[in-house]
């Protein structure tokens, strides 16, 4: 298995020494046909979409979490 083929799973074992439980990760989405900016749990729950990628790491540090930038 290539670093491209790991699971979202495999990645958060690999990360979790490093985490806090306060991270939101920030990653392209499409709605509606429309790029949008997604904001994620550590366990990968969507919490919500921002319009832009400036608006999705205002939102999670307006709500005490620290941005990562996902790609």
């Given at each position: 298995m290539t670093?491209?083929?790991?699971?979202?799973?495999?990645?958060?074992?690999?990360?979790?020494?490093?985490?806090?439980?306060?991270?939101?990760?920030?990653?392209?989405?499409?709605?509606?046909?429309?790029?949008?900016?997604?904001?994620?749990?550590?366990d990968g729950r969507l919490l919500g979409v921002a319009p832009d990628r400036d608006i999705a790491f205002a939102a999670a540090r307006q709500h005490q979490l620290i941005p990562l930038s996902v790609h």
């Open positions: 670093d491209g083929e790991r699971t979202d799973a495999e990645g958060q074992r690999e990360y979790a020494p490093f985490l806090t439980g306060n991270e939101a990760y920030i990653r392209e989405v499409v709605v509606d046909g429309a790029v949008a900016y997604g904001i994620h749990a550590t």
